[in-house]
C-alpha cells in the first residue's frame, strides 16, 4: 500500500480542481484573454500541482522513508528521495 492511499480521495479531488484550472486556461487562450490574467492563472495552476506533490512527499517520508530506516534498508529510499525533491525544486 502507497503512503497516499489514506489520503486517496483527497488527492483525486485536489486533482480534479486542478483539472478544472487546466480547462480554464484552455478557455482563457481560446478566447484571447489578457497574457497577464492567463500567466496569473498558470501560476495558481503550478501552486495547486506543488501543494499536491509536497503532500506526497510529506506521505512518502513518514511512510515509506520512515519504514526503510526501521528496516534497516533507508539509504535507497533516502537517495530516491533527494532525487524526487531536486527534481521539485529545479521547477
Do not use: P
Not at 503512503?3 to 480542481?17: F, G, P, S, V, W
Amino acid at each position: 500500500m502507497y503512503a497516499y492511499a489514506i489520503n486517496k480521495d483527497k488527492l483525486l479531488e485536489r486533482l480534479r480542481k486542478v483539472e478544472g484550472q487546466v480547462r480554464g486556461l484552455q478557455r482563457m487562450v481560446g478566447e484571447d484573454k489578457y497574457c497577464i490574467d492567463i500567466l496569473t492563472q498558470i501560476n495558481s495552476v503550478q501552486g495547486a500541482l506543488q501543494g499536491v506533490a509536497l503532500g506526497l512527499l510529506d506521505g512518502h517520508v513518514r511512510h515509506c522513508v520512515r519504514e526503510s530506516l526501521v528496516e534497516g534498508k533507508g539509504d535507497d529510499k533516502i537517495a530516491e528521495l533527494m532525487s524526487s525533491i531536486a527534481r521539485i525544486a529545479a521547477r
